[in-house]
C-alpha cells in the first residue's frame, strides 16, 4: 500500500509525554547516560515502565531522540523505512530521502533503500560532538521480517559512539543481535532493573497522598508488588481514591473503580484476552485485588478472601521454577505446570551443570570445556549463546523468571532464590546419614524411600560423576542408619522398606541382603526370607561368581528357626 501523506499518523514518531505523578529513575538514568554500547535493551513484561524510562531519558541534555511506536503494520519494510525517515527528521531537522518510497517485492532495491538511509543518517551526525542520537523502538517484539532485522543489524554495524539503538520489548530479541549479545555490544536491563526500590515507592505515596502514607504503606507495596511499576501506581492511585481519614481500604468503593478494571483488562492483561472470556478474566482480576488488599484493609473480612490469600511468610519462600535432579532430569514452571522442553541434549546438560553448581558463578571458558570435552565445534560460543536464548524463550512464559541466567564479568550463574530444586533435600538427607542421626531422617522417610533416584541420570557429562558416585554410596549409609533407627523402634516394616530400597539400589549390597533377612526373621516372616536368600544366591552366583559370606548364610539358616517377635 503505498503511504500518501495524510496517512502517516504523527502520534507514532513523537515522544510520549510524560505521566502525571511519575516517579523520576534518578539512578536507571544515571547508569544509562554512562551506557558505551550502541545497543540498549529494555525486556520486560507490560507495566515496568519502558517507555517512560525512556521518555525520561530522551529528555536529558546532550541527546536527540528519533522515536518510533510500532505496530503490526510496522513489519512492511517501506512503511518501516519511511517512519524512520520521518522519525529521524523530527529529532535532527533537515534529514530527508530523496527516493520515492513505494512498495516493491525486489528484496535487492529494499536493500539499497536500508544501505542509502544509513549512509545518508551516518553523514549526518558524524560532525555531533557533545551530542548523541538516540533511536527507540518502541514494542519491538511485533516486528517479525527478517528483512527489518538485518536492516537493523546493519545500522548498527555503520553507526559509531555518538548513535544508539533503544529496543523497548516485552519478548526476547531476534537472534540477529546474538553477536552484539556474544561480544559484549550491548546493554540489557531487564524486569529486575525496572523495578522500583522501596524508597521509590515511599516517594510516590507521599507525593501522590501524603508523608504519612509513604510510611505506613510503603514497605507492604513494594513487597506485594515487588517493585512492579504499574502495580506500585496501581495501589497508590487506590489508596488515594478509597482511603479514609485513617487509611483503611473501603473494599466496597474499590471493587466499583473502573479505572482498576480497564487498566489491567485492557493494558495488563491485553495477552490473555484471546484465550479466556472477559467475564471470567474480570473475575480472576477482582479476586487478586481482594487478595492484594487484603493486606492493607482493616475493615476487609478475612474469612471472605481467606482460599484466595497467599500468607507473607509463604510468599517469601515462594519459587517459580521447580527442577528435579535425580531419576529424570525435569524443569517445570510453577505456575502453569509446564514442564521446560529441551531442544537439544546439550542445552539440557548445560542448563543441569548451573544447578548443580547451586547459584555459584562459572567462567565461559570452563563451562564450554564441561559441555564440549573433548571435541568442541568451531563455533561453541554462538551454539553456547543461541541455547542460553531458546531456554531464556522457554522461561520467559514466567515473567519473574526472565533474568533467572545471570552473566556479568563473564560469568554466568542461576538465581537460585526462584528455584525449588530437590537437590537441598537429598543434600540434607546425606548429612544426617554422615552424623548418623536415624531419628530425623525418620521425618524425612517418604523422601528417601520413594522419591529418590540417581543424580542426574541422563546427563553424559563425566563433571556430575563425582557428585553422582557419592549421592549413590551415601544413600546406603542413610537407609542402614534409618534401618538401625526403626529396629530400635520396633518399626519392622519401615525397616523392610529401607533394606528393600537399599537392595533396589545395589543388589549386589550383602549388607542389605543380610540386613533385610534379619527384619523379616523377625518378624516371622519365612517365605519372603526364602525368596530373599534364593534370589540373593543366584544374583551372586550367575553375576559375581561368587558366593554368599558364611555371616550371611549362617543370617538365613537361624531365621528359619526363629519364631515370629
Same mark, same amino acid.
Given at each position: 500500500?503505498?503511504?500518501?501523506?495524510?496517512?502517516?499518523?504523527?502520534?507514532k514518531i513523537?515522544?510520549?509525554?510524560?505521566?502525571k505523578?511519575?516517579?523520576?529513575?534518578?539512578?536507571?538514568?544515571s547508569?544509562m547516560?554512562h551506557?558505551?554500547?550502541?545497543?540498549?535493551?529494555?525486556?520486560?513484561?507490560?507495566?515496568?515502565?519502558?517507555?517512560?524510562?525512556? !521518555?525520561?531519558y530522551?529528555?536529558?541534555?546532550g541527546?536527540?531522540c528519533?522515536?518510533?511506536?510500532?505496530?503490526?503494520?510496522?513489519?512492511?519494510f517501506?512503511i518501516?523505512?519511511?517512519?524512520?525517515?520521518?522519525?529521524?527528521?523530527?529529532?535532527?531537522g533537515?534529514?530527508?530521502m530523496?527516493?520515492?518510497?513505494?512498495?516493491?517485492?525486489?528484496?535487492e532495491?529494499?536493500?539499497?533503500?536500508?544501505?542509502k538511509?544509513?549512509?545518508?543518517?551516518?553523514?549526518?551526525?558524524?560532525?555531533?560532538k557533545e551530542?548523541?542520537?538516540?533511536l527507540?523502538?518502541d514494542?519491538?517484539?511485533?516486528?517479525?521480517k527478517?528483512?527489518?532485522?538485518?536492516?537493523?543489524?546493519?545500522?548498527l554495524d555503520h553507526?559509531?559512539?555518538h548513535?544508539m539503538?533503544?529496543?523497548?520489548?516485552?519478548?526476547?530479541?531476534?537472534?540477529?543481535?546474538?553477536?552484539?549479545?556474544?561480544?559484549?555490544? !550491548?546493554s540489557i536491563?531487564g524486569?529486575?532493573c525496572l523495578s522500583?526500590?522501596?524508597? /521509590?515507592?515511599?516517594?510516590?505515596?507521599?507525593?501522590?497522598?501524603s508523608?504519612?502514607s509513604g510510611k505506613k504503606?510503603?514497605k507492604i507495596?513494594w513487597?506485594d508488588?515487588?517493585?512492579?511499576p504499574a502495580?506500585?501506581m496501581?495501589?497508590?492511585?487506590?489508596?488515594?481514591?478509597?482511603?479514609?481519614?485513617?487509611f483503611?481500604?473501603?473494599?466496597?468503593?474499590?471493587?466499583?473503580e473502573?479505572?482498576?478494571?480497564?487498566?489491567?483488562t485492557?493494558e495488563?492483561?491485553?495477552?490473555?484476552?484471546?484465550?479466556? !472470556?472477559? *467475564?471470567?478474566?474480570k473475575?480472576?482480576?477482582?479476586?487478586?485485588?481482594a487478595?492484594?488488599?487484603?493486606?492493607l484493609?482493616?475493615?476487609?473480612?478475612e474469612?471472605?478472601?481467606a482460599?484466595?490469600?497467599p500468607?507473607?511468610?509463604?510468599?517469601?519462600k515462594?519459587?517459580?521454577? !521447580?527442577?528435579s535432579?535425580?531419576?529424570?532430569?525435569?524443569v517445570?514452571?510453577?505456575?502453569s505446570?509446564?514442564?521446560?522442553p529441551?531442544?537439544t541434549?546439550?542445552?539440557m546438560?548445560?542448563?543441569?551443570y548451573?544447578?548443580?553448581?547451586?547459584?555459584?558463578?562459572?567462567?565461559?571458558?570452563e563451562?564450554l570445556e564441561?559441555?564440549w570435552?573433548d571435541?568442541?565445534?568451531?563455533?561453541e560460543?554462538?551454539?553456547?549463546?543461541?541455547?542460553?536464548?531458546?531456554?531464556?524463550?522457554?522461561?520467559s512464559?514466567q515473567p519473574?523468571l526472565?533474568?533467572?541466567?545471570?552473566?556479568?564479568?563473564?560469568?554466568?550463574?542461576?538465581?537460585?532464590?526462584?528455584i525449588?530444586?530437590?537437590?537441598d533435600i537429598?543434600?540434607k538427607?546425606?548429612?544426617?546419614?554422615e552424623?548418623?542421626k536415624?531419628?530425623?531422617?525418620?521425618?524425612?522417610?517418604?523422601?528417601?524411600?520413594?522419591?529418590?533416584?540417581?543424580y542426574?541420570?541422563?546427563?553424559?557429562?563425566?563433571?556430575c560423576?563425582a557428585r553422582?558416585?557419592?549421592?549413590?554410596?551415601?544413600?546406603?549409609?542413610?537407609c542402614?542408619?534409618?534401618?538401625d533407627y526403626?529396629?530400635?523402634k520396633?518399626?519392622?516394616e519401615?525397616?523392610?522398606?529401607c533394606?528393600s530400597?537399599y537392595?533396589?539400589?545395589?543388589?549386589?549390597?550383602?549388607k542389605?541382603?543380610?540386613?533385610?533377612?534379619?527384619?523379616?526373621?523377625?518378624?516371622g516372616?519365612?517365605?519372603q526370607?526364602?525368596?530373599?536368600?534364593?534370589?540373593?544366591?543366584?544374583i551372586?552366583?550367575e553375576?559375581? /561368581?561368587?558366593?554368599?559370606s558364611? *555371616?550371611?548364610?549362617?543370617?538365613?539358616?537361624?531365621?528359619?528357626?526363629?519364631?515370629?517377635?
Open positions: 500500500m503505498y503511504m500518501e501523506e495524510q496517512q502517516i499518523l504523527e502520534s513523537l515522544i510520549p509525554d510524560l505521566p505523578d511519575y516517579e523520576r529513575r534518578e539512578k536507571l538514568l547508569k547516560q551506557i558505551e554500547e550502541n545497543l540498549l535493551v529494555l525486556c520486560a513484561p507490560s507495566g515496568y515502565g519502558k517507555t517512560v524510562l525512556m !521518555s525520561q530522551a529528555r536529558l541534555s541527546y536527540s528519533a522515536w518510533y511506536h510500532l505496530d503490526f503494520s510496522d513489519n512492511e517501506v518501516f523505512v519511511r517512519y524512520l525517515t520521518l522519525s529521524f527528521s523530527k529529532a535532527l533537515g534529514f530527508r530523496e527516493e520515492n518510497m513505494c512498495p516493491d517485492t525486489d528484496t532495491k529494499d536493500s539499497q533503500l536500508g544501505r538511509l544509513i549512509m545518508k543518517l551516518k553523514n549526518c551526525i558524524k560532525d555531533m551530542q548523541k542520537l538516540v527507540v523502538l514494542e519491538f517484539q511485533v516486528l517479525e527478517p528483512k527489518i532485522f538485518q536492516f537493523l543489524k546493519e545500522l553507526m559509531d559512539h548513535f539503538l533503544a529496543v523497548l520489548t516485552k519478548d526476547n530479541l531476534s537472534e540477529s543481535f546474538a553477536k552484539y549479545f556474544i561480544h559484549h555490544k !550491548s536491563m524486569g529486575r522500583l526500590e522501596e524508597s /521509590e515507592v515511599n516517594n510516590i505515596l507521599e507525593r501522590m497522598i508523608k504519612e504503606y510503603a507495596i513487597e508488588t515487588k517493585g512492579w502495580g506500585v496501581l495501589a497508590a492511585r487506590c489508596l488515594s481514591r478509597v482511603c479514609d481519614g485513617t483503611r481500604v473501603k473494599w466496597e468503593q474499590l471493587s466499583r473502573s479505572c482498576i478494571e480497564n487498566y489491567i485492557y495488563l492483561f491485553r495477552s490473555f484476552l484471546n484465550n479466556r !472470556s472477559g *467475564e471470567e478474566l473475575r480472576q482480576i477482582n479476586k487478586e485485588i487478595a492484594f488488599y487484603q493486606t484493609g482493616e475493615d476487609v473480612k474469612e471472605e478472601y482460599a484466595i490469600v500468607k507473607r511468610a509463604d510468599e517469601k515462594k519459587s517459580f521454577l !521447580s527442577v535432579c535425580f531419576g529424570k532430569f525435569r517445570v514452571l510453577t505456575e505446570g509446564r514442564e521446560i529441551w531442544r541434549r546439550k542445552a546438560e548445560f542448563f543441569a548451573l544447578v548443580d553448581l547451586e547459584g555459584k558463578p562459572v567462567e565461559r571458558r563451562l564441561c559441555l570435552p571435541n568442541a565445534p568451531n563455533n560460543v554462538a551454539m553456547l549463546h543461541n541455547m542460553i536464548y531458546n531456554i531464556r524463550k522457554e522461561l512464559a519473574e526472565a533474568d533467572l541466567i545471570q552473566y556479568k564479568k563473564h560469568q554466568y550463574r542461576l538465581d537460585m532464590s526462584r525449588k530444586v530437590d537437590l537429598k543434600k538427607i546425606c548429612a544426617l546419614a552424623a548418623g536415624g531419628k530425623e531422617i525418620y521425618e524425612h522417610r517418604e523422601e528417601l524411600l520413594h522419591n529418590w533416584g540417581v542426574l541420570k541422563e546427563v553424559d557429562g563425566t563433571w560423576i553422582r558416585t557419592y549421592f549413590e554410596r551415601t544413600y546406603g549409609k542413610a542402614t542408619v534409618l534401618a526403626c529396629r530400635e520396633g518399626d519392622y519401615t525397616e523392610v522398606s533394606w530400597a537392595m533396589a539400589a545395589d543388589r549386589y549390597s550383602e542389605a541382603v543380610a540386613g533385610l533377612m534379619r527384619c523379616y526373621a523377625k518378624m516372616e519365612r517365605n526370607l526364602q525368596q530373599i536368600y534364593q534370589y540373593a544366591k543366584k551372586f552366583r553375576e559375581m /561368581e561368587t558366593e554368599l558364611p *555371616e550371611t548364610v549362617q543370617i538365613y539358616k537361624e531365621g528359619l528357626k526363629r519364631k515370629k517377635e
